[in-house]
């Protein structure tokens, strides 16, 4: 026996328990090394129970994530029976002949969301810095605290201010400056209808800022105060002292928090699906209408002509939790270790 | 010494860059919060103007015809909401309270990974999901099904917030119950449960707000529902689902409502948010 | 860099006072600094010393609420000056954390080095002198020698407070704060860098804040007591300590209250 173990507490010894709680009822008594789990310390009635019922819920939580799996997964089954998984990369989506490919959705699902984490990112970060290490701390929180309640409005909200406000917008002031000074480039080509893949980027930019933002000021706020001082005292401008003691030692939960903006981004429906102009095309412009494999099955499911057509967008629908699964475990991965940071209670 | 002067030189240059960055960290931030504050205060604008009586207590009136109200969509979430909470709420908690209570082991390691991933999952494949389970084998759309992919999106949420909370109890409050020989089921319920109410009430008054504007599950699940209805086993209106049908639709005065809409289901939504935020904050300084 | 100055003291402090928003924390500090010595400053915890300390290089008003008044003269010129770059007087005078905290992005190299590079000098062979100078000097040269490149806290505790000695002499401070820089080390650790303190105050002013007073006694010239952010007494080491006027430094030193 080691030196740790002896220091580990010993249980009270056992004749000095009262009889009543030391007799074990007959069919919890364990049965050649088979029994009750050795989690349970004591076999009161109540607790037993009261363990089973939680580990059911346990269970059930579990079966329930592989339920959708499988429910899916089961639904889309004749589809890529019929086309194969190559059918990822076919662009004809062809109800009426029962032809169906979902590579110009996914190109509209990844480019609206590196769209949106390409304008968001930066500010993001930016935002955060600013709050944490520029303004004095109760502005920080109130301005943090506004952020984070305007970010529960709901998509579909968003999606409506999307319609009315930012689609007109476009179409009159901002796509048409686009296309005059930067019309040479292929993003900007095209006519100007308002609705499209730069409008999805914008609005997707808006939603998943502040929680870029909350995340990245969670990995700051986890680097101690004596590493800014120490860049103080050699005589860093506050700049400086950003670039030297925060954003250099956190760009891992920085990444993270990007990646977790990406993953929300692609997960996204209704505010996409209302501005993003419904069209069935590939095209390198970000004038052009699109479509996303989450505003497709929003626009088609109800409407679907026949079993084939519901199965491929039940596949579309596996692609989606493929990509989007990736990208959060790549994202837990990366904000792991700021999460496991956190000061917790002992127990 | 050269050292010195070459520091000394680079002075100037070092002050604009800084003077420099803080402005563009200060424009990046209003980049990141105007929009935000100019959506909502949009809404407010446009939405409580069209607020009336009329829209509380009428149905949708007939396509084309201005008036009516959204009362069947209040009540449709209501009781859309109501069900999933029944749901989602016991299966969040007791999620939560396992791994809080026994979360060392490997089950409660891959338990805590499937939150994880629930939680990440896109809304409208919840939707899918319960079509799978329950549209399709009963034929039909109908408010269970939308109540239950509400429950799903809840369930992670419910549980994360339940296990953060309970392990704040410090662990000298249960033992001061077991020392008193009580068993440990009760300890956890009347002790740990009953002293971490309010965050656990937070929890699932965030899950409940989070859910109050789901709208792609229900696109094909409880579909929607022009007319008065609260049969569990039909479609149902509800008020996200309303918004985005009028939202979409060529009619003026729909789109009017839509925003006296979204008014409402903002308002819910930042109130409950609000509140939750109010009540962590004296939690968080209590426990200090 | 131990010229001659008119001055006889590379640091003087005049009426200096430091509050925490209503705490007055430092009360009219007068204090003159002997060039090339270890000034000592002992007391009770909560005394003001390392408050006292963190205004004499202006780290003091980056605390929210904190207000300093009074003047410290620096060979001669005013620090608290109006027009004064408080980035500029962190340059003069150099400063040493109670627990060492080496930058950990930085390699042992980029940490001692980071000083410079701040600036913008970028020469490597400039960069390449300055840091071995600086390593020897901090008595870690040959420790370390092999392992520049790896990153700044990969070295043990001791050695990571000898690499922040070694990061805030490369820009050739003129005067070296120190703030309890041995207390979170070992008893070995300890004596190297309190005989590292010996051969520094060759090329620096040492003004060191500690917490035991048998330190103080070793390693010190000169010696301040602080009781309740007053500069109870300020005297040579040996005088203080053997001969002390004050009836509070004597009850202090004798072990009456700590």
Known sequence: MDIREAQLPRPAAASAMPKEVLRVPRRFRPRNGKGPPKQIKDVH?????????????????????????????CLAWPAFQKFGFGFIFETDWDPVNQMFGALPFLHGTVVSALLAVFIAAPISVGVALFLNEVVPRRIASVIGF???????????????????????????????????????LPFFKGPAYGVGMLAAGLILAIMIAPTIAAISREVFKAIPDTQRE????????????IQLAVVKSSTTGILGAVVLGLGRALGETMAVTMVIGNRHDMSLSLFAPAQTMASLIANEYTEATGDLHLSALAAVGIVLFGVSFVINFLARLLVWNVERGKPREAR | MIVRDTLASHDFRRKITHHVAMVTLFLMACAAILPLGFVFFYVVE?????????????????????????????????????????????????AGVYLSEYGRGRVAKILRFSIDILASVPSIIVGIFTYAMLVMPLKRFS?????????????PVIARTTEELLKLVPSHIREAGLGLGLPRWKVTLRIVLRGSMNGIMTGVMLAIARVAGETAPLLFTALSNRFWSLKIDQPIASLPVQIYNYAISPYE??????WAAAFVLVVLVLSLNLTTRLILRRVDGKTR | MSGIVANPYILEVEKLNAWFGQNHAVKAIDLNVVPHTVTALIGPSGCGKSTFLRCLNRLHEEVPGARVSGQVMLQGDNIYDPGKDPVAVRRQIGMVFQKANPFPALSVYGNVAVGLTLAGIRKRSILDEVVERSLRHAALWDEVKDKLKAPGTSLSGGQQQRLCIARALAVSPPVLLMDEPTSALDPISTAKIEELVLELKKEVTVIMVTHNMQQAARVSDWTAFFLLGESVEFAETRKLFTTPQDSRTEQYITGRFG
């Open chain 2, 253 to 258: 005065d729909w789109h009017r409502q839509a």
């Open chain 1, 45 to 73: 009635y109540g607790d037993r129970n009261f363990y089973y019922l939680l580990r059911f819920g346990a269970f059930a939580t579990i079966a329930l994530l592989l339920a959708i799996g499988i429910q899916v997964g």
């Open chain 2, 46 to 94: 446009q939405g409580a103007p069209a607020i009336n009586w009329d829209f509380f207590t009428k149905l949708p009136a007939p396509v084309g015809e201005t008036g009516g109200g959204f009362a069947n969509a209040l009540a449709g979430s209501a009781l859309l909401i109501f069900m999933a909470s029944l749901i989602g709420i016991p299966w969040g908690v007791s």
């Open chain 1, 230 to 241: 120490a860049a103080l005292g050699l005589g860093a401008t506050r700049w400086e002292m």
């Open chain 1, 146 to 184: 506004l952020v984070e309640m305007l970010a529960a409005i709901p998509s579909v909200v968003y999606g409506l201010w999307g319609i009315f406000v930012l689609a007109p917008f476009l179409r009159t002031t901002v796509q048409p400056w686009l296309a005059t000074h930067f019309g040479f």
């Open chain 2, 143 to 155: 408010a269970i099904a939308g109540a239950v992919s509400l429950a799903v999106i809840m369930i």
